[in-house]
């Protein structure tokens, strides 16, 4: 079965509590939109207040539990504002937290290696890899208290095999993968929290526009259709799942 192609139950996350970054746009919404169509509570985070009071009103139409909107910009995040986020999470969510989706990244303009910018490598390490490190290690407690939980990292074919011009985009979802495969090695069997990484395939969002100018985005899914890959992964069904690199097609 394509991960895509999961139909989920409607209470697969009744009464869970799934933060998603990125979730103002693109893959993140639609996350979150479908999350919250099965039950979950979902905890959004993105630089844009604007996006993400639009992506709640979405949610709100539909019927879903009302989300927490927390605005932030992970290229500036640091431990300390990261430990205060977690810090809100926990009081918002009663102490335990069943899902994480480290969707948010950002790519720079593709070129060779030779001429990419200190700026643009240290930009895309910061939302691709640094930021997905200190959120999940602040969100540890919360996601070790739940009964089951399971970490979401969202990857890229580049960053399982290298191509050329993808630069520091393609090397920070490397770096994801490899902090995905450790993480589960060293939850597996200790706790409840499970951490897999997942590559959408080509999605017709805005970054791919930017990375694929020439191609035609309605030879794509969109982002509402691998959406239930990840709803797969964070609920009941993919319980089974650690320490795997998967595909949503």
Not at 5 to 22: E, F, H, Q, W
Request: proline share 6%.
């Amino acid at each position: 079965m394509k991960l895509s192609d999961y139909r989920p139950p409607a209470d697969l996350l009744s009464g869970a509590g799934v933060v998603i970054t990125g979730a103002s746009r693109g893959i993140g919404r639609a996350v979150a939109l479908a999350a919250s169509a099965c039950g979950a509570q979902c905890v959004l985070l993105a630089r844009s207040l604007e996006g993400l009071e639009a992506c709640a009103e979405a949610i709100d139409a539909q019927g879903g539990p009302e989300p927490i909107l927390q605005p932030v910009d992970l290229g500036q995040i640091d431990a300390a504002a990261a430990r205060q986020l977690a810090e809100a999470i926990g009081e918002a969510l009663n102490g335990a937290l069943d899902g994480l989706v480290n969707n948010a990244a950002v790519l720079g303009r593709r070129s060779p290696v030779q001429n990419i910018s200190e700026a643009d490598w240290n930009a895309q390490m910061q939302v691709n890899v640094r930021a997905p490190f200190l959120l999940t290690q602040a969100l540890m407690p919360l996601l070790r208290a739940a009964p089951s939980a399971s970490i979401v990292n969202v990857s890229s074919g580049v960053g399982r095999r290298g191509s050329a011009y993808w630069g520091a985009y393609s090397a920070s979802k490397f770096a994801l993968e490899g902090l995905t495969q450790v993480l589960a090695d060293e939850l597996a069997n200790v706790s409840s929290v499970r951490v897999n990484s997942l590559d959408p395939g080509g999605v017709a969002t805005d970054m791919r526009a930017g990375a694929m100018p020439a191609e035609d985005p309605a030879t794509l899914p969109t982002p509402e259709a691998i959406a239930p890959a990840f709803l797969y992964l964070l609920g009941r069904d993919g319980a089974h799942l650690n320490g795997q690199a998967l595909s949503a097609r």
